[in-house]
């Protein structure tokens, strides 16, 4: 059974970086950094199976009418069980009202099925 937390009291934050390295869901930061990223966010949702990490998200909000979804990750033999569905609504209840903006590269059809749109511009640096 999978518990769900909106906080990071205990993370392992060495373990879970192991984790995302093995998934190719590591995008180079440090294990620091990774916890600071977290620390930072407006809003993060944590899913649990006993003491190990297997999902997470984290969400950047202005407050106001904004919000950006992002880091939504479940460990490759958890998916399919709505683990990444409840993370995201976790999230989106965090910011009734406001826009909330995701990007993936190939999970497209996750998103689509909570209701997101494609978009078909977007923009980096």
């Known amino acids: 059974m999978i518990a769900y937390r909106s906080d990071l009291v205990g993370v392992d934050w060495e373990a879970l970086k192991q984790d995302l390295i093995s998934d190719r869901f590591h995008n180079g930061r440090t294990t620091n950094q990774l916890r600071q990223s977290f620390e930072n966010s ?3 949702a944590m899913g649990y199976d006993g003491e190990r ?13 904004n919000a950006y979804v992002i880091d939504v990750w479940t460990q490759s033999s ?3 069980r709505g683990i990444g ?3 995201m609504q976790m999230l989106i209840d965090t910011v009734p009202g406001h826009h909330v903006y995701a990007h993936t590269d190939d999970a ?4 689509e099925k909570l209701g997101f749109r494609e978009q078909p511009k977007g923009m980096a640096l």
């Open 108 to 111: 497209v059809g996750f998103y």
């Open 42 to 44: 407006a809003a993060v």
């Open 78 to 80: 958890y998916r399919m």
């Open 85 to 87: 569905r409840r993370i």
């Open 53 to 65: 990490c297997v999902a997470n998200g984290r969400l950047l909000s202005d407050g106001v009418g």
